[in-house]
């Protein structure tokens, strides 16, 4: 019989080998793409920190899932440090995914179309709203109804500012989203079988797939959406500023060269004219 890990040996066997090799494969940018890569995915990792922990703390607190005996060596706010570990890990599985998939930042016409951004707020404000309904219907929608209203908001921001970009390139962001969460969906129904944490019955549907708990799925789903769209949108707005930046100065120096010109044209020259008399003047007889 195996024993049960605890959720530190989880990532060890799991998620630390699969970040080594995603590793291992991302490209390797320099200059600009690089800096501004590197500093996508640390946003994206404090991002992940400030606005999953009080949610997950809350989950837990409430008995949504709990975690074996021995399995948690140190909690914090009532999150074990493996779960804190993994808001990090699973953030830059999606993103050395994106990367190593490769995606194209940059500002073009029709990224501020009304459209597509209009639709992605709509289905945000929709999730958050039916997540809060499902919340208070019925206690077996606990986890999932928390899980859309914690989404919903972040996705209708997200798509304010970048649906346009997000809904013309969006093979990248979705294989980021989809490749991660299903890797996670097979290691976390292992967990669950050897018995590391387990999902409450009574805070959820009871509908699984393969003995995983839908809302387990559908969490893996929407961390990754959220991660990979904050990622492609992150250097989104910094290019789409880069070309706002670059068409200011191309103005102020269209406007500057005008003045001269106009300067220039303001001031008449006149021709130099030699004066010669126009009456000869005969000498005075005496």
Same mark, same amino acid.
């Given at each position: 019989?195996?024993?049960?890990?605890?959720?530190?040996?989880?990532?060890? $066997?799991?998620?630390?080998?699969?970040?080594?090799?995603?590793?291992?494969?991302? =490209?390797?940018?320099?200059?600009? +793409?690089?800096?501004?890569?590197?500093?996508?995915?640390a946003v994206l990792?404090?991002?992940?920190?400030?606005?999953?922990? =009080?949610?997950?703390?809350?989950?837990?607190?409430? *008995?949504?899932?709990?975690?074996?005996?021995?399995?948690?060596?140190? +909690?914090?706010?009532?999150?074990?440090? *493996?779960?804190?570990?993994?808001?990090?890990?699973?953030?830059?599985?999606?993103?050395?995914?994106?990367?190593?998939? *490769?995606?194209?930042?940059?500002? +073009?016409? *029709?990224?501020?179309?009304?459209?597509?951004?209009?639709?992605?707020?709509?289905?945000?404000?929709?999730?958050?709203?039916c997540g809060l309904?499902?919340?208070?219907?019925?206690?077996?929608?606990?986890?999932?109804?928390?899980?859309?209203?914690?989404? !919903?908001?972040?996705?209708?921001?997200?798509?304010?500012?970048?649906?346009?970009?997000?809904?013309?390139?969006?093979?990248?962001?979705?294989?980021?989203?989809?490749?991660?969460?299903?890797?996670?969906?097979?290691?976390?129904?292992?967990?669950? !079988?050897?018995?590391?944490?387990?999902v409450s019955p009574?805070?959820?549907?009871?509908?699984? $797939?393969? !003995?995983?708990?839908?809302?387990?799925?559908?969490?893996?789903?929407?961390?990754?959406?959220?991660?990979?769209?904050?990622?492609?949108?992150? %250097?989104?707005?910094?290019?789409?500023?880069? +070309?706002?930046?670059?068409?200011?100065? %191309?103005?102020?120096?269209?406007?500057?060269?005008?003045?001269?010109?106009?300067? %220039?044209?303001?001031?008449?020259?006149? =021709?130099?004219?030699?004066?010669?008399?126009?009456?000869?003047?005969?000498?005075?007889?005496?």
């Amino acid at each position: 019989m195996i024993p049960t890990p605890t959720y530190l040996q989880f990532h060890l $066997v799991f998620t630390l080998p699969a970040l080594a090799v995603l590793w291992a494969l991302a =490209p390797r940018y320099e200059g600009v +793409r690089r800096r501004r890569a590197a500093a996508g995915i640390a946003v994206l990792v404090g991002i992940a920190y400030a606005y999953t922990t =009080p949610w997950i703390a809350y989950m837990i607190r409430r *008995g949504a899932w709990s975690y074996a005996d021995g399995a948690v060596l140190v +909690r914090a706010l009532s999150i074990p440090l *493996g779960e804190y570990l993994f808001f990090a890990i699973q953030t830059l599985l999606v993103a050395l995914v994106l990367h190593r998939v *490769g995606f194209d930042p940059s500002f +073009r016409d *029709g990224d501020l179309d009304r459209r597509p951004r209009v639709a992605g707020v709509l289905v945000g404000l929709a999730a958050l709203v039916c997540g809060l309904w499902l919340v208070s219907l019925d206690a077996s929608f606990r986890y999932l109804g928390g899980l859309l209203a914690w989404i !919903g908001p972040v996705l209708a921001l997200q798509w304010a500012v970048g649906g346009g970009h997000l809904v013309r390139a969006p093979r990248p962001w979705l294989a980021a989203t989809l490749v991660p969460a299903a890797y996670l969906c097979v290691v976390d129904r292992i967990a669950i !079988g050897l018995g590391t944490w387990r999902v409450s019955p009574e805070f959820t549907t009871g509908v699984a $797939v393969l !003995g995983l708990p839908i809302e387990e799925a559908c969490f893996f789903v929407a961390a990754g959406l959220m991660a990979a769209n904050g990622l492609v949108l992150f %250097e989104w707005v910094l290019d789409r500023n880069d +070309r706002r930046t670059a068409a200011v100065g %191309e103005r102020h120096g269209d406007a500057i060269d005008r003045v001269d010109t106009s300067a %220039e044209s303001s001031v008449d020259i006149e =021709p130099s004219v030699d004066i010669e008399p126009s009456v000869d003047l005969d000498p005075v007889d005496d």
